[in-house]
């Protein structure tokens, strides 16, 4: 039963200390999300890669947030310092771009709450 | 870009039918898909439509209109785990609508 999976699953931290997620996708998916929740903003898109390649990070505010893809199997979101407002849940997902260069169905990992305090 | 429009709150009672519509606007398009998240999980897949006309997974259907700008989902024979958000998505759903939420009253 193939999933994407992220880690931690929860996070509390101080404002101004850097924050990692992690995420695997799943297994011979060549896309990427990431996306950020709250109440207020809903589902927000962050990052998006196709390949390991970044494609589209508009709407991730640049001074603070990073995202990469080391290798196939990892991607990673790191936030650098944290502030109380990046409270929030993140989450990743992974798919398949088909023939016409899209990704239809996007699989969702369990997200990872964070907290800045 | 891209916006989606939904209804924030749609109630209805076990076993009935109901349906959800989204709007859009964008500069693209690519098809609309739609999700199911309940509380405190993830967005779950439902349906996508690439195409205008009418996809049927079970008890749940997706229409799209491209000439109108128009979507809805369809829920049949509501459950009451059917209680959760439902979202629509464009633009490779790299856009969410704000979500619809949805409660089932028995």
């Known amino acids: 039963d193939a999933r994407v999976t992220q880690t931690p699953r929860d996070k509390v931290t101080e404002m101004g200390q850097e924050v990692t997620m992690r995420c695997q996708p799943i297994?011979?998916?060549?896309?990427v999300f990431w996306y950020r929740q709250t109440m207020m903003q809903g589902l927000e898109l962050l990052a998006y890669?196709?390949?390991?390649?970044?494609?589209?990070d508009s709407g991730m505010p640049k001074d603070r947030f990073s995202a990469e893809m080391p290798d196939a199997t990892l991607a990673t979101l790191k936030i650098q310092p944290s502030e109380p407002r990046d409270s929030a849940v993140y989450f990743c997902?992974?798919?398949?771009?088909?023939?016409?260069?899209?990704?239809?169905?996007?699989?969702f990992g369990p997200g990872t709450r964070l907290t800045v305090l | 870009g891209q916006s989606l429009e939904q209804p924030s709150e749609v109630t209805a009672v076990e076993g009935a039918i109901v349906q959800i519509n989204c709007t859009y606007q964008?500069?693209?398009?690519?098809?609309l898909s739609w999700y199911q998240q309940h509380d405190g999980g993830a967005p779950t897949f439902l349906s996508y439509?690439?195409?205008?006309g009418l996809e049927e997974t079970g008890r749940f259907s997706s229409f799209l209109s491209r000439s109108d700008s128009y979507g809805y989902l369809l829920l049949q024979e509501l459950q009451m785990k059917d209680s959760a958000s439902y979202f629509c998505?464009?633009?490779?759903?790299?856009?969410f609508g704000s979500g619809t939420r949805l409660q089932v009253q028995p």
């Open positions: 997902a992974s798919g398949l771009d088909g023939l016409a260069g899209r990704t239809d169905t996007q699989y």
């Open positions: 297994l011979g998916h060549n896309t």
């Open positions: 890669f196709r390949n390991r390649a970044p494609l589209d």
């Open positions: 964008t500069s693209g398009f690519y098809g």
């Open positions: 439509n690439a195409l205008d």
């Open positions: 998505a464009g633009e490779r759903a790299l856009t």
